[in-house]
């Protein structure tokens, strides 16, 4: 099953007005998105009880995941990322 996550085609649609991508149009789009959303929640959860400079730390590393999270999504969007308005 994890072959299928690689195979071509888009997997988010594109926004109607602005820039960027709406809702994911495929199954591997929610896999994406709600991974991240866990991770960053999970993350946000775990470290708040834990201190200042580790809520510094959760801040940097979702910061650093937000980063090839839009640009899978980005290349993944259905006639890519463009304004719409």
């Known amino acids: 099953m994890l072959h299928k996550f690689f195979e071509p085609g888009d997997w988010f649609a594109p926004k109607k007005f602005g820039y960027g991508a709406g809702l994911p149009i495929a199954w591997q789009g929610w896999v994406l ?47 890519g990322w463009k304004w719409r308005g």
């Not at 991974?35 to 009880?49: D, T």
């Not at 510094?56 to 999270?69: C, H, K, N, Q, R």
């Open 33 to 79: 998105l709600l991974g991240y959303l866990a991770f960053a929640l999970g993350l946000g959860l775990f470290v708040a009880s834990l201190g200042d400079i580790w809520a510094l730390v959760s801040i940097a590393l979702i910061i650093l995941s937000t980063i090839p999270f839009m640009m899978i999504v980005k290349r993944r969007t259905k006639g």
